[in-house]
Nanobody, 123 residues
């Protein structure tokens, strides 16, 4: 059974930065991504990375502010979040899957998930 463990969430003022980490315990998955969810809303994609090509895709709302990356040695996925805004407040989840050519997909398509880490951005 795969385990994804997120860390790095917390509280920060608008304009600040946080870096989220997601340790993957077993395998190198082709598609890895970060999603986020706020109460009453559907989970939305934030950023994905195709680990075979290093191709990254971002939601329009985070382009230029967030960076997804992966450390192959540590088998860890990161999300560097800069210039944070109050609307970035959410629970952030990492996800992994091996089945797809296109990694930018609905959350339902991803097989493995972490437990989530909370990010709070105050104005």
């Amino acid at each position: 059974q795969e385990q994804l463990v997120e860390s790095g969430g917390g509280s920060v003022q608008a304009g600040g930065s946080l870096r989220l980490s997601c340790i993957v315990s077993n395998y190198v998955y082709k598609c890895m991504g970060w999603f986020r969810q706020t109460p009453g809303k559907e989970r939305e994609g934030v950023a994905t990375i195709d680990t075979s090509s290093s191709k990254t895709i971002y939601a329009d709302s985070v382009k230029g502010r967030f960076t997804i990356s992966r450390d192959n040695v540590k088998n860890t996925l990161y999300l560097q979040m800069n210039s944070l805004k109050p609307e970035d407040t959410a629970t952030y989840y990492c996800a992994a899957d091996w089945r797809y050519t296109n990694c930018w997909r609905r959350d339902d398509d991803y097989y493995y998930w972490g437990q989530g880490t909370q990010v709070n951005v105050s104005s």
